[in-house]
């Protein structure tokens, strides 16, 4: 039996019900309308089904507001507007009224459906529609999102199931820390994380007012609308930290005139964000668990040019010469929760969301006034996340240990833990025991591998102490019988001498302090990073005592066979090369035969692929793949797979990739 809607009682499917009940047609049309009248059947297909009931309220010359499933806001420049949300698209039968006869833009300050369940009429009549940068998927790909979107199981409980059924074609995104400019207005676009965590803020001038248009983070004077929007991970008060850091900002600015999505907009801005603040401070401190607030994070001086923010989520370092120019290593997220909350709901194609924290600090409390060099102690995100903000807004120049090189500047090419999507051009590079100058100050960079293999271990001479930056390699534990840790992630890349190298590197240089990728700068100790060596030495030995490959790197790297780029981006109707790339771990050359599995209608130049790898080192081949031009659309990513013999060993499909498909139209 074919399965049908059945109810498990009777095991009659509703179909068979209504037919039965001989009622045909009539029973249909009367099951979907609820008054019982007999009327049209309901469109069911159409997202919206009622009109509100007001018209259009003039807040300012050239500002209106009509109340629809949310506030919408028109923004007036002779006959033509743009929109702040949507709703249901009623306000487009009601702007013949303001004389305007051209509407040149949506713009949504996020994803609910309440803000843009109309959007489908906006897409009939060609109005391009802006959407905040990290929520775009949520609009353009809403369906994936259900297919996706666990309900059993659920401790992510944030309230991303008020996305839109359907998807919704998107015209520009708002980038964070961006200007959007439109006629004789310019809107500064500020990340707004709270109600949502991609929601973004509008501020500009209107009609002589500094404006916010605020989405849903503030209701009206010291209100929200709801609190359940403000917690995403299961009885946590993340959401409410969030809140609190945005709307600070937001109290920065100064705005004039806040314009919320629901509520009035107001004047008492000052106070009303305030009461606000204050009253979700009260929240956070009753029901965090003694958590710290990431917008109270203080940097502090650890010598006087060296300042540390170790509450960020890694620890960022602003080295700060005399002349004012600051070099920095690392810049992440926030605050562990910032990073935490960003990274869970990124999407597959895009970085995590990002705020901008602690220059402030920095420049008024430790004179700094450029940040002219950023370095990543290594490859994670954790580490970077602040990078390209820092590059675009900041003209920062990014330097890093040459092996990152690479993984920076195409981090599609790669599989490994933890990498940020997004591209960072390097300006300079540096070689293993290479040294250089900055300033008053001269560095000397060493390659330091087993927390990832693309980590740095840099040292200088900072205010008479010999400082070691080390990234993630140790760090210290508090307990008095294992003063420092390491820990040990497989897929960052790891042999099986890695982490015994990175400590004999720093026991040689012999600093007096360790500034580390977490926590704080500590004094180092040689007697305790003897231990941790000595540990690290056993650690080398149970792997070839476990392992069951005499070359045991086999059995520690799942990427000694990989495919570059891992993530391939292709034209349906072209082709583009793929590389197979080999670490030989054998003491003897390796000889290596290949061949493709790919989808149905994709072809491979070349049906078999040798390649031989001398010992210890790495190789590569490959050929190109092209992808059939009427590839289905509702397919856009896919899979590839190598299927490999080794000197003569079948080993069957053990590399794989993932291939995004595009279009030109
Ligand atoms: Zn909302
Ligand atoms: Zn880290
Ligand atoms: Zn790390």
């Known amino acids: 039996m074919k399965k049908g809607n059945t109810s498990r009682k009777s095991g009659v499917t509703r179909r068979d019900f209504l037919r039965n009940a001989g009622t045909g047609l009539m029973a249909v049309e009367m099951a979907g309308v609820s008054t019982g009248k007999a009327t049209e059947p309901a469109n069911s297909d159409s997202a919206v089904h009622f009109t509100p009931t007001g018209g259009l309220i003039q807040i300012s010359p050239n500002l209106y507001l009509l109340r629809d499933t949310c506030n919408v806001y028109a923004l007036r420049d002779g006959s033509r507007t743009i929109l702040i949300d949507f709703g249901s698209g009623h306000i487009l039968n009601l702007l013949g009224n303001i004389g305007v006869s051209k509407v040149d833009a949506v713009l949504h300050t996020h994803h609910h459906r ?126 409410v930290d969030c809140a609190i850091f945005a709307l600070t900002r937001m109290r920065e600015q100064g705005p004039e005139l806040i314009c919320p999505s629901h509520g009035d907009p107001f004047n008492q801005t000052e106070q009303g964000l305030a009461d606000l603040i204050g009253k979700l401070r009260g ?103 602040g990078f390209p903000h820092l590059v675009r807004h900041h003209g920062a120049k990014v330097w890093c240990y040459e092996n990152m090189v690479d993984v920076l500047q195409n981090p599609r090419g790669y599989n490994l833990g933890c990498i940020l999507a997004e591209p960072i051009k390097i300006d300079r590079s540096f070689r293993n025991g290479e040294t250089f100058k900055w300033e008053e100050f001269e560095f000397q960079v060493f390659h330091s591998p087993g927390h990832t ?12 102490a010999r400082v070691a930056f080390t990234g993630d390699a140790f760090f210290p534990t508090g307990s008095p019988d294992s003063l420092l840790r390491h820990n040990l992630i497989f897929r960052n890349w790891v042999e099986n001498d890695s982490h015994v190298k990175s400590i004999r590197t720093i026991l040689e240089h012999e600093p007096n302090v360790v500034a580390p990728g977490h926590g704080k700068p500590f004094l180092s100790n040689k007697a305790d990073l003897e231990i941790l060596k000595g540990r690290l030495e056993d650690q080398q030995k149970y792997f070839f005592s476990v392992i069951a490959d005499p070359d045991c790197n086999f059995g ?8 570059y780029p891992y993530q391939l981006r292709i034209k349906a109707g072209s082709s583009c090369d793929v590389a197979l790339h080999v670490r030989n771990y054998r003491s003897a050359p390796m000889h290596l035969e290949a061949a493709l599995v790919l989808p149905p209608g994709w072809k491979a130049a070349s049906e078999v692929f040798e390649l031989t790898i001398p010992p210890g080192q790495d190789s590569s081949t490959g050929c190109s793949v092209s992808v059939p031009e009427d590839w289905d659309r509702n397919k856009p990513r896919v899979a590839l797979a190598a299927d490999i013999r080794v000197d003569g060993a079948y080993l069957g499909q053990i590399a794989e990739c993932v291939a995004d498909i595009e279009y030109s139209t």
């Open 283 to 385: 929240w956070f401190t009753a029901y965090s668990g003694g958590g710290a607030l990431t917008v109270d994070n203080k940097p502090y001086a650890v010598t006087p040019h060296l300042v540390a923010s170790y509450q960020t989520t890694s620890s960022s370092y602003a080295l700060i010469s005399d002349s004012g120019k600051a070099l920095f290593v690392d810049y992440g997220s926030a605050s562990g929760n910032f990073f935490s909350s960003y990274n869970t709901p990124a999407p597959v194609h895009d970085r995590m969301g990002f705020v901008e924290h602690t220059l402030p600090e920095l420049k008024s409390r430790f004179g700094l006034k450029s940040v002219d060099v950023i370095m990543p102690s290594h490859m994670h995100d954790d580490h970077l996340n």
């Open 556 to 563: 520690l790297n799942p990427s000694w066979v990989r495919f």
């Open 453 to 464: 293999e693309y980590q740095m271990a840099m040292f200088v001479t900072i205010d008479g």
């Open 114 to 239: 309440d803000q843009c369940q109309g959007d489908a009429r906006a897409v009939a009549e060609r109005i391009p529609i802006f959407v905040p940068e990290h929520e775009r998927h949520f609009f353009e790909d809403a369906e994936t999102y259900w297919r996706t979107r666990r309900v059993f199981h659920q401790y992510y409980v944030c309230n991303d199931f008020f996305t839109v059924t359907r998807n919704i074609p998107v015209g520009g995104v708002l980038r964070d820390y961006d200007t959007y400019r439109w006629g004789p207005y310019s809107f500064a676009i500020h990340p707004t994380p709270g109600h949502t965590l991609g929601s973004v803020s509008l501020i500009g001038a209107v009609d002589g007012k500094k404006v916010a248009f605020s989405g849903d983070l503030i209701h009206s004077p010291g209100k929200v609308a709801n609190l359940y929007e403000l917690q995403y991970q299961y009885g946590s008060t993340d959401g």
